[in-house]
Nanobody, 126 residues
Framework: QVQLEESGGGLVQAGGSLRLSCAAS????????VGWFRQAPGKERELQAA????????YYADSVKGRFAISRDNAKRTVFLQMNSLKPEDTADYFC???????????????????WGQGTQVTVSS
């Protein structure tokens, strides 16, 4: 079993940057695909970025492509989401999630994500 904990959220002005971290327990984490999801008030939770177990493959939603960057350090069991050029519409609760990477499944396949953190709040003021 893997436990995930997000950190790094906060209040930032539009155009600013934040770096979210997702720290994991459990050695299996290094074989997991990890994604960052967000949920704004009144909206569904949506995948924004994902990374394969070894970092070779990444996925970004169109809404964050070119502004966000996902990376991981398996030795530290941590996945990062660097968020630049933040916009008010990026305001949301951000969640990391992970699960065993499975042959034949693209990393953006929601069925891969078995374990979830509690979330961290990001607020971007205009």
């Amino acid at each position: 079993q893997v436990q995930l904990e997000e950190s790094g959220g906060g209040l930032v002005q539009a155009g600013g940057s934040l770096r979210l971290s997702c720290a994991a327990s459990g050695r299996a984490f290094s074989s997991y695909v990890v994604g960052w999801f967000r949920q704004a008030p009144g909206k569904e939770r949506e995948l924004q970025a994902a990374i394969s177990w070894n970092g070779d493959t990444t996925y970004y939603a169109d809404s964050v492509k070119g502004r966000f960057a996902i990376s991981r350090d398996n030795a530290k069991r941590t996945v990062f989401l660097q968020m630049n050029s933040l916009k008010p519409e990026d305001t949301a609760d951000y969640f990391c999630a992970g699960g065993p990477q499975t042959l034949g499944y693209k990393i953006q396949n929601l069925a891969l994500y078995d374990y979830w953190g509690q979330g961290t709040q990001v607020t971007v003021s205009s």
